[in-house]
Structures are given as C-alpha cells and as structure tokens.
C-alpha cells in the first residue's frame, strides 16, 4: 500500500526541523562548495546509506561481531577526514589524485565533486538521528527481528527521499549566496577552509557525544522546539495501513486502535510481563507479578529520540513524588539505532538525563512487540492487579497522566495526596505546552473564534485558566499570527518557570508593558523578529500574564521553560 511510503516522504520532509537534526546540518552545510555535483553526491550516498544500513546492521552487527558504535565511529573519522581536506589545501590536492586514480574519468572525481560527496553522504547516513513516528517504528522493529521485507525498504526510501529535498535545498541555498555576492565568490578558498573546521568540530562533538548535550541544551532554551513532528502519521489511514502490516502471527493481542477518552480508566487487558532481555540498569530485573500491589507506568523511549527528553522531566516528577506512596516507573529503552544498543551508551545518557528509574534494554524489541506498541515515547499506565487501564502516545498530556497515577493509587488503597503530602494543586499540574496564537494551530482562545478576521473588537470574557488565553481591543487573526492594530492587551494562563514569545515588530515605537499576577513587572520594545523572555522566575508556579501593547506588533507563539 502506497499510503505508509507517501507519509514516509512527508516525515522525511519535516526532519529537517527535528532538534536531533542540528548537530548535523553543518556537514550538510558544507556541500555548498566543492564541484557543482557535491550536493548530488551527498543526497546519493545519504539515501542509499540511510536506507540500507538501517534496515540491515542490526543483522550485520550480529554477523560480524562488531561493536555497535564500529560503523559510526568510521563515519566520524571519514567526516573529519573530508574536514582536513578541506582545511589543507595540499591534503586536499592528494586526495583528487588519490580518487582520480581510482575513477577512470578524472573530471568526475577531480571537478563534479560526486564521489567526495558521495562518501560524506554514506557517512552522514550512518549518524543521520531523526525522531522517527510510527511508520518507521514498524520498519525498524521489522529490521530488528530480521523480517524487514521490499514494502519495508520502499518505506525508508521514500522517508530518505523525502530528507533529502531540504538537505538538497539547503546545499543550494548556499551555494546561491556564495555566488551572488562577490565578496564570498572571491573568497572560495577561505570558505572551504572554514567549512572544515566546522566539520572538525561537529566530527569532534558526534564522536564525543557531545551532540546529545547541545540538543538538551536546545530544549532548555526552547522547550517546544521539534514538538509534533510527527502528528501527520497519527492519522486514522495511517494507523490502518501498519495494522495490515502487523505480522498475523505476534503473540500480542493488545490494541491500540481506539484512543482512550482524557483520564478514562478503563480495562484494556492484562499488562504483558517484563520480558525485555536486559540488561537492567538502577534495579535488578524485575517482573510484573512481583509488581503486584504497585501502580506502573512502563515507557518507551529512547535516548536520541528528542521527543523522548523532553517527556522525561515530567517522568521524574512523577517518580520523586509517589515513589514512596506505590508508584513504579519501568523504562524501556528500544533503540532507534544500532549505536543505542550498547549499554554503555544508555548507561551514560541515563546519567546525562538523570534517569533515576528502573530501566530494561530491549535490543530485540521482545517488550516493544509484547506491547504491540509502536511510538516513541509511549506510557501505559498499570493498576495493582496487573491490568493497563490508560495509555498515551508521544508528548503532552501530562496532567493527565499524573491525574491517572493519583486514581490508579487511591484505587489501589493508597490516597497519594495524604501519603505523600503533594496537595499543592501547582505541583499536579503539568508545564504549559507551546501555545500558537494564529487561528491555523491554536488551542484554549477564550475572546470568541479563533478565525481569520481583521481589525476585529475582543474582549476578554474571564480569567484564563492554565494554557487559555485571551485578547482585549483590536487584533487581526491570521493564520501563523496575530497582529494588534494600535493599543492592545493580551491575557494568559500559564504554568512554567520562563515565558517566551514571538514577536516581530511592525513599527520602531512599540512598547510592550509586562504585568505578572496583575502586578507590573516590565516592558519590552522589541527592534527585531525574534523569540524574547517575558518572564523568569526562580521555580514553576501557575500564573497570570497580562501584556498591553502600543504599537502594531506581530505576536507568533509562546513557549515555556
């Protein structure tokens, strides 16, 4: 069925936007010099590399007994070797005579640029990370237990193809810049000798781990950034295309086609036992029927899954508060990639991302299958007798999760709020997701209907509870945002330590004045199209935010820390 490969390529399109990304796109950046068929080169190699090597080292890890790091550690080493001869000349010289040897045709070495580029893309596939939605979940899982079959291979095709057309746009952009300005064409030599160090240094930071810090780091500036990627998969096509995948024969007879109502506890049958072959980290392995008597929540993650991160603060919310009062958080760490197998690996980002829970490794995808699961991250929530009552896939809800645990612990015989002394209602609910204030995305408008509409009279008709907001005077919506037409106010609820927006000035004059609790705290004239703080504070609290501008101004989205 064509439907998973064309929503493959629609993913692979949007990649380009994941934080997993960033790290990487230097080296792509740097196909913007070199002979005129480099950037081809880089997409050649990428699609074959990605595709192949993901469908098939798992197999080729086991076969040849290599550490799962080998193939990515060669990758670095060709990365920086590509840098060096960027940055020496006569290191450079060496290699055309080195590849011109090897090719027949000398031009095509030595002025195209396709087979340098070629060998960077093959390496750039082997340390290509995405999030990956459902579709190439099914794909790797089927990878992983060796029954990776032509659809498979079609999938992760299309989802390379579709990577490419950024990475290729990139590459061009760049190459458009440099020859329409003098000053950088005149300059080639110093530009290629610049791009090498910066593939030195991104060849340093991947083979260091470094690359996983800086995305964290990304995430604590911009805690929403990459949120959602993947939500054009979650589609009810989608999810009946991979059930015709799903091999006949799996043992798992849970399913998850029906999404659950918001805080529902229903009954969705008993929790499978924790056969996930291990090792176990922060716990000796446990099993569910030791489990009897606690509540659990089994999640699915991974550590290079960005989606993944950004869930585990809340994770560990749950677990210093109820830990003690019957609660059981089990992590199971399926990997993407094949350099996520190594325990050492996880080990260390455990430790990097102050994972405190149980956590099982489940290289096989024997727990993941048990589950039938197939997103990244996952939480099923588990009562005292063993049986899944809840379950949420991929980011957001958090409140309700934690509303979820309270019930499942109360049911079981045990009132969290008395046990643990957590009463306070701003320690139950979870940090306000990103808000977008244009009508396409928005969610909790209070002031009337989120629609287009210009120079349009609102009115804010009540305190806005925790993510509402709402608008007071003229504002014009439009799709992406919203725009004040002169004087104007904007109210929010929110709960979170640090309050970001998306303002881009439409006039020198604008004065945007701060009020926090009804309480003036500042203001702000922005002079440039850029995210701006409005707020920190030194712990997350549920708050009110009041913003009167004067001015025209664009607002775009908030964000939260």
């Known amino acids: 069925m064509l439907i998973l490969p064309f929503f493959a390529f629609l993913s692979g399109i949007v990649t380009i936007l994941s934080p997993c990304i960033l790290p990487v796109l230097p080296i792509v950046l740097s196909g913007s010099v070199g002979g005129k068929r480099k950037p081809l080169g880089i997409i050649a190699g990428f699609i074959g590399s990605f595709s192949l090597f993901t469908l098939l080292l798992s197999s080729l890890v086991s076969w040849l007994g ?52 070629f060998a960077i893309g093959a390496s750039l596939g082997l340390i290509w990370t995405p999030c990956v939605g459902p579709i190439l979940a ?28 950024p990475m290729l746009g990139i590459m061009s952009g760049g190459r458009k810049l440099i020859n329409r300005f003098p000053g950088l064409s005149g300059n080639t030599a110093k530009i290629q000798r610049g791009f090498g160090v910066i593939m030195l240094t991104a060849a340093l930071a991947i083979g260091f781990g470094w690359d996983r810090r800086f995305q964290t780091s990304v995430l604590e500036i911009f805690p929403g950034y990459g949120a959602g990627l993947t939500r054009l998969e979650n589609t009810e096509a989608v999810q009946n295309a991979l059930n015709t995948r ?27 036992d924790l056969i996930a072959a291990g090792p176990w980290f922060n716990s000796v392995p446990l099993t569910m029927e030791e489990l009897k008597g606690k509540v659990v929540v089994v999640d699915f993650w991974t550590y290079s899954c960005i989606n993944c991160v950004r869930t585990l603060p809340y994770l560990k919310t749950w677990y210093d508060t109820y830990k003690d009062d019957g609660l059981v958080i089990i992590g199971v760490h399926s990997p993407e990639f094949a350099f996520e197998r190594d325990p050492g690996n996880v080990q260390k980002a455990m430790q990097d991302l102050n994972v405190t829970w149980p956590v099982a490794l ?27 009552r809840y379950f949420h896939f991929g980011e957001g809800e ?32 979870g940090q306000t997701p990103e808000t977008y204030l244009g009508y396409g995305r928005t969610e909790g408008f209070l002031s009337g209907e989120a629609a287009y509409a210009a120079d349009k009279e609102f009115s804010i008709p009540g305190i806005p509870g925790n993510g509402e907001w709402g608008l007071e005077g003229l504002w014009t919506f439009r799709r992406n945002y919203i725009e004040s037409s002169a004087q104007g106010s904007l109210e929010l609820g929110f709960n979170a330590k640090d309050v970001f ?19 003036e705290t500042g203001q702000i004239e922005p002079d440039t199209s850029r995210m701006y703080q409005l707020i920190k504070l030194e712990k997350s609290g549920s708050h009110l935010l009041r913003l009167e501008v004067e001015g025209k101004v664009r607002f775009y989205a908030f964000t939260f820390g």
């Open 66 to 117: 290599i550490p799962p790091n080998a193939l990515r550690f060669v990758a670095v080493i060709i990365i920086s070797l590509f840098g060096l001869t960027l940055l020496l000349p006569e290191l450079q010289k060496k290699y055309e005579m080195f590849t011109s040897g090897l090719i027949k045709h000398r031009d095509n070495s030595r002025k195209s640029g396709f087979s340098g580029g």
């Open 138 to 165: 099914s794909v790797i899982t089927l990878a992983v237990s060796r029954q990776a079959d032509g659809g498979a291979f079609l999938i992760m095709l299309a989802y390379a193809a579709g990577t490419s057309i």
């Open 246 to 272: 799903r091999d006949p024969g799996e043992s798992s007879e849970l399913n998850w086609s029906e999404p659950p109502e918001k805080g529902r506890l229903e009954f969705y049958g008993k929790a499978p």
């Open 362 to 388: 489940d290289n096989d995808f024997r727990q993941w299958s048990s589950y039938n699961n197939r997103f990244w991250p996952a939480h099923y929530f588990i009562d005292v007798q063993g049986n899944i």
């Open 398 to 429: 958090y409140e309700t999760g934690e509303e979820v645990i309270r019930k499942l612990l109360k049911e079981g015989g045990l009132d969290a709020g008395e046990a643990s002394g957590a009463t306070d209602p701003e320690t139950m609910t």
């Open 501 to 519: 927006l998306v303002i881009e000035p439409l006039e020198k004059s604008t004065r945007i004045r701060i009020f926090l609790d009804n309480r």
